[in-house]
C-alpha cells in the first residue's frame, strides 16, 4: 500500500495505516524460488511450481507404515526423527559454503550502486 494508493487515509505525518479494511485487501500469489548450486560454476534460480495434479495418483495409493513420527528439526543435522533417520546432514557447513559464495558476490563491485 502506498501513499497514492490510498491517499485519503493517510496519517497526519503521511505514512499508510497498517491496518486495511477487508474490502481493501490485496492477495498476491507468489510463486517460490530455489536457488542452487549449478554446476559449480555459480548459482542457478528455479521457479516451483504446484504439482499436486500430476501426483494426485500417488499420493491416493499411498499407504500409511506408521501412525505418527517424531521429527526433530535443527542446523547441523536438518531433520532426525525418532526412529534414528537423519536427514541433512552437514546442513549447517553446506549453508556456510553457500553463504561464503553468495557474500563474494555480493561483494563485487558491480553489485554496488552508486551512492
Not at 536457488?35 to 534460480?45: H, K, L
Not at 547441523?76 to 559454503?97: K, P, V
Request: hydrophobic letters at 35%.
Amino acid at each position: 500500500m502506498t501513499p497514492t494508493e490510498h491517499k485519503s487515509r493517510l496519517l497526519p505525518d503521511g505514512q499508510v495505516p497498517t491496518t486495511r479494511p477487508p474490502q481493501a485487501r490485496l492477495v498476491l500469489q507468489a510463486f517460490p524460488i530455489q536457488i542452487v548450486p549449478d554446476s559449480g560454476t555459480g548459482f542457478g534460480v528455479r521457479l516451483m511450481t504446484d504439482m499436486s495434479e500430476q501426483f494426485a495418483e500417488s499420493r491416493a495409493r499411498y499407504e500409511l507404515k506408521c501412525d505418527r513420527v517424531g521429527v526433530d528439526f535443527g542446523v547441523s543435522t536438518l531433520i532426525a526423527t525418532d526412529r534414528g533417520d537423519l536427514m541433512g546432514r552437514g546442513f549447517l557447513e553446506a549453508m556456510r559454503r553457500l553463504d561464503r559464495q553468495l557474500v563474494g558476490i555480493a561483494r563485487h563491485p558491480r553489485w554496488r550502486q552508486a551512492a
